[in-house]
């Protein structure tokens, strides 16, 4: 992998030059200069552009394009224009379109509209990737390659049904052992021949009635995707190994699984669309997420609109301020640049009422333009300085997209159980306490974190309970929720009690789950447990929950509340379970968040783990280290003005030689934040206190 060290902080985004007369691109560069950006991303979508007949190739336009960026000191994210492909391609080789979940071939048109394993698709990408790379490789503006751009097409054609009995047969080996995992005998499906065997969709409505075999579709189209990466990054890596490779991850991120992808781009990069009644906390969960798909390393927010999208059912304009406290909110979660779609906008196509650094009028005089200039120029103030920076924390969150999709596709015991609804809820209550939380993968080292939480964690892969049993043994305190633990990775589920490979970690087992009704509540009552150290909350006494209840049978386990209500009332809601040196707790139900929040911020104390800084609620803080120093964020998502006292949260040294920026001052004894205000206090690592 390529050490990803830019010259600068990325600023900037999306460029598409091949929609504009050549005189408007010296326009371009003037404003880009005005503006600060340093980094533009071309040209995603230019593939017919440069490659208008299957032997005619026309570089120069990009030639002189990128001449021009470079003169002007600008760099370049340079994209393979691998994900539109040209009309002539589709024409001739109409196999290499997808076929839909209702059997139907697609025509060319849209955008990542093909194949992703047809041969004769990756066989021109290939070819144009090799050219892209011997033209430009040596270039000085390139600073990054990103290949193709959001990928996550599936397809169900003969090529992919094809394909997908290959990836079975290396899973799996034999057809017995396939009928085995898949649990076939379940009305009948058994297979005698590999060839039996077609993809799930809406033609065989495999695609809900058989969740093991939609499971492994979906691994095997993630796989697709990446083998479409990987075709073109190996090019790339062969001719520029000195240059990073990475794609841009898609906002919504459900289809692919990201730590699949992973450790196959050089820096992760990925899309932040949110939606405008998103609070700030799902934002920086999906920060967070993005920084624990390569175990901690920082990332680029490489899409983001500056001012309103297109593409919602109301396009909320950003109102002033807000785009520079959500290129901060980027920073702060650890993230080396920050990046928009697009620098001039669309005059035609679907996307010409989505937001531009550089609107239809054409002039700087817009406020959008000139709040991009503003947060251009104080980004240019901070500069490098803490690129690569790392965070660390000492809770961890489990997230696992199997179990994403597996509690998507599970029949039952509830339509309402939602998975990133349930991280987030958990993440949210972490948050909103001032915790440094990484969110790490099923199978991550945990050893270096005092609590863990895994909320609803489904599905559990080979491996998986015994390193939450190892973790908890060794003195972690472990947050199991409700619906955790109920399936292998085939989706079968663990017989001789719920949740079968945790049962002798949480010290008990659950003989069934009831569904409450939408609005329907049970109460949990608190203070039950035998010990006063065992007390789950912060003096609650008893709170709603809702959505599932489990019903436990402790074996070993010590009840700490029970249910208030129904046939069940007075049997147990939340256990706690002593194992090795550590604690190991059950949530059975859907606690309000009041509750969760209470919960955890306990479990913490407990744990002796602190909050980053003190501050209201409203103030969103982190913290990146790097080397000797380390650079605290805040971030006002309030409409009100926020003080805090930094004389008294850091040590006399610290606070007397720190800087804050982005104005690069003294830090001040009070600090006033503004409405939607930022603020990065940069101070001595070995100095802080730790809070
Ligand atoms: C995605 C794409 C961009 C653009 C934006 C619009 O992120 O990658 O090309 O379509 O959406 O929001
Ligand atoms: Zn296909």
Same mark, same amino acid.
């Given at each position: 992998m390529v050490p990803t060290k830019f010259p600068v902080l990325p600023y900037g985004g999306d460029y598409n030059p091949d929609q504009w007369p050549e005189d408007i691109w010296h326009e371009d560069m003037r404003l880009f200069r005005e503006a600060g950006i340093n980094t533009l991303t071309l040209p995603v979508f230019a593939w017919a552009r440069i490659q208008p007949a299957p032997d005619v190739f026309d570089f120069e336009w990009l030639d002189r394009i990128l001449g021009l960026i470079h003169e002007n000191g600008l760099k370049v994210c340079l994209s393979t224009p691998t994900v539109a492909q040209p009309a002539w391609m589709a024409r001739m080789h109409p196999e290499m379109m997808p076929v839909d979940e209702h059997g139907r071939r697609r025509n060319h048109g849209k955008r990542v509209n093909f194949c992703p394993n047809s041969p004769i698709y990756r066989h021109h990408a290939a070819i144009i990737t090799e050219k892209m790379a011997g033209r430009y490789g040596d270039h000085p503006a390139l600073m990054l390659w990103h290949v193709a751009n959001e990928y996550g097409t599936w397809c169900f054609c003969d090529t992919c049904a094809a394909a997908f009995r290959e990836w079975l047969k290396a899973r799996y080996g034999t057809i017995e052992a396939l009928n085995r995992h898949w649990n076939l005998s379940f009305w009948g499906?058994?297979?005698? $021949?590999?060839? $039996?065997v077609v993809p799930p969709s809406e033609l065989n409505d495999d695609n809900k009635w058989y969740p093991a075999k939609m499971l492994d579709y979906q691994r095997f189209m993630t796989d697709a995707s990446i083998g479409c990466f990987e075709n073109e990054a190996a090019i790339l890596r062969r001719v520029t190994p000195n240059i990073p490779v990475t794609t841009n991850i898609s906002g919504l991120i459900h289809r692919l699984d990201q730590f699949r992808f992973a450790?196959?781009?050089d820096i992760i990069a990925w899309d932040n669309y949110p939606h405008p009644t998103d609070p700030p906390a799902k934002v920086a969960l999906k920060h967070d997420l993005m920084r624990g798909l390569r175990d901690g390393q920082s990332f680029l927010m490489i899409e983001s609109t500056p001012s309103q999208q297109n593409w919602q059912p109301y396009n909320v304009l950003k109102q002033p301020g807000l785009l520079r406290l959500l290129g901060y909110q980027a920073l702060a979660h650890g993230a080396d640049g920050v990046m928009y779609f697009q620098m001039r906008a669309s005059v035609g196509g679907v996307e010409k009422f989505h937001g531009a650094v550089i609107g239809h009028s054409g002039t700087a005089d817009t406020r959008v333009f000139r709040e991009c200039a503003a947060i251009g120029r104080e980004l240019e103030a901070i500069?490098?300085?803490?690129?690569g920076a790392r965070t660390s924390s000492r809770v961890a969150v489990i997230f696992d997209w199997d179990s994403w999709w597996g509690t998507a596709l599970s029949s039952g015991p509830s339509r309402d159980l939602e998975y990133f609804a349930q991280v987030q809820k958990w993440y949210t209550a972490l948050h909103g306490a001032h915790h440094s939380v990484d969110i790490v993968r099923h199978d991550a080292d945990l050893s270096g974190y005092d609590l863990v939480v895994a909320p609803l964690l489904y599905l559990l892969h080979p491996g998986d309970a015994a390193r939450l049993e190892m973790f908890v043994s060794c003195g972690g305190t472990l947050v199991v929720t409700t619906f955790s633990g109920m399936v292998d990775e085939n989706d079968n589920v663990g017989t001789g009690g719920y949740p079968a490979e945790l049962r002798h970690l949480l010290g008990l087992w659950v003989e069934e789950f009831d569904a409450l009704l939408p609005g329907q509540k049970n109460r949990m009552l608190l203070s039950q447990a035998r010990s006063v150290e065992a007390l789950p909350g912060n003096g609650m006494t008893a709170c709603d929950c809702g959505l599932l209840c489990g019903l436990v049978r402790p074996t070993d386990a010590e009840p700490a509340a029970r249910y208030g209500e129904g046939f069940y009332a007075g049997t147990p809601c939340l256990t706690r379970n002593e194992y090795g040196q550590g604690t190991a707790w059950y949530v059975a139900t859907d606690p309000e968040d009041a509750f969760v929040s209470e919960f955890l911020q306990a479990r913490c104390r407990e744990a002796g783990i602190l909050p980053v800084l003190e501050a209201p609620a409203a103030v969103e803080v982190t913290r990146r280290e790097t080397g000797d120093r380390q650079f605290t964020f805040l971030l006002n998502h309030a409409q009100t003005t926020h003080t805090l006292d930094l004389a008294a949260s850091f040590p006399p040294k610290a606070f007397t030689t720190g800087r804050l920026w982005p104005d690069n001052l003294p830090l001040p004894r009070t600090l006033t934040l503004p409405p939607l205000g930022v603020a990065i206090l940069e101070t001595e690592t070995d100095n802080v206190k730790e809070a």
């Open positions: 499906h058994l297979v005698s $021949d590999w060839e $039996d450790p196959h781009v500069g490098v300085r803490f690129q």
